[in-house]
């Protein structure tokens, strides 16, 4: 009657179980994805939406000063985020990638409260999960390593079609993977086999699914935007690992590379500056602003990638916002 789908959030009047029935039962329907249950039936589905660049920026800068916003502004500076992103930040191990994730959740939730904030961590530590629940005010939906990977599959399926129900209600969602890597894997050892396997023995058809759940981001014309920003894992000295991030690596539209020299330093953020970057940044900065930001690539390019993130963070550090940067370079 109401044209529900996966995914849909019900709320409404419940009664508890009785004799031989195991779960409570509805009464009534209030609301459906926290709207009337009558706008629900003209919805228009995912699939049948435009998808298209993203137009709107989703700025991470708070203006604190502090060192968490310091990493905010050199992602608004080296890779701007949009409405609609489909980000991958790639990273060796203990790079600092879920700290970096921690950064732009929080930095989302402050700027923009009505974004609908969904934390996904695939396959992680659970005291990992424990820190994330604590520092993000957001949704965190996870599955520990100790789960099958049947769990990691389930819980993954049900966040993107949540996230699916809330974008075609013209709302803003940003998904937060960590790893779209594990994810994979968990895919592959639950995909049938095919009988054709790749090097790293990955299945042929197992990397279908993974590549739909991050395909799904999109700034949709109509209104709403899904954005997912995905860690990928390289340099593990897994074959496996290697192969599934030659199959991600030009599906995004926006890259962060971590560099394990950076963060071997004990420099953090360990952004590479030069190798990361937004596709179309200019339909989301500002002439001026890209023009700053075009010449401060031409500044660091020569210097090797440690050497610029040292002088990015000290003539950063400085400053409160990226404008008075600016114009502190101008000087």
Not at 223 to 243: H, K, Q
Not at 264 to 285: C, F, Q
Not at 309 to 323: C, G, H, S, V
């Amino acid at each position: 009657r109401f044209n529900l789908h996966t995914g849909d959030t019900v709320s409404g009047s419940v009664r508890p179980p009785k004799d031989s029935e195991r779960y409570f039962a509805l009464l009534k329907v209030a609301e459906i994805n926290f709207e009337e249950p009558e706008n629900v039936r003209t919805k228009i589905l995912f699939s049948n939406l435009t998808p298209y660049f993203p137009e709107e920026r989703l700025k991470l800068e708070q203006g604190t000063g502090s060192s968490e916003d310091l990493t905010a502004r050199i992602i608004d500076l080296s890779a701007p985020i949009g409405k609609g992103q489909r980000g991958l930040i790639v990273s060796p191990p203990k790079a600092g990638k879920t700290i970096l994730l921690q950064n732009i959740a929080s930095s989302i939730t402050a700027n923009y409260p009505d974004v609908h904030l969904i934390v996904l961590l695939i396959d992680e530590r659970p005291e990992e999960v424990t820190d994330m629940r604590r520092t993000v005010r957001g949704e965190v939906v996870s599955s520990t390593f100790d789960e099958p990977a049947s769990r990691h599959v389930q819980v993954a399926d049900m966040v993107l079609e949540k996230a699916k129900r809330i974008a075609e209600h013209k709302q803003d969602v940003v998904i937060l993977l960590d790893s779209i890597t594990r994810l994979a894997r968990a895919y592959n050892t639950v995909a049938p086999s095919s009988g054709k396997v790749l090097t790293g023995g990955v299945d042929a058809n197992a990397l279908q699914k993974p590549k739909r759940f991050f395909g799904a981001a999109r700034n949709i014309e109509e209104g709403g935007s899904l954005t997912i920003i995905a860690t990928a894992l390289v340099d593990t000295g897994s074959r496996m690992d290697e192969v599934i991030f030659e199959e991600f690596k030009g599906t995004g539209n926006m890259e962060i590379h971590l560099d394990r020299r950076i963060s071997e330093k004990r420099v953090y953020p360990a952004i590479h500056i030069n190798r990361s970057g937004t596709r179309r940044e200019d339909l989301l900065m500002d002439p001026d602003e890209l023009q700053k930001m075009w010449v401060l690539r031409k500044v660091v390019h020569d210097m090797d990638e440690i050497a610029a993130i040292e002088f990015l963070i000290n003539k950063m550090k400085d400053t409160k916002t990226n404008a008075e940067f600016f114009e502190s370079m101008k000087r």
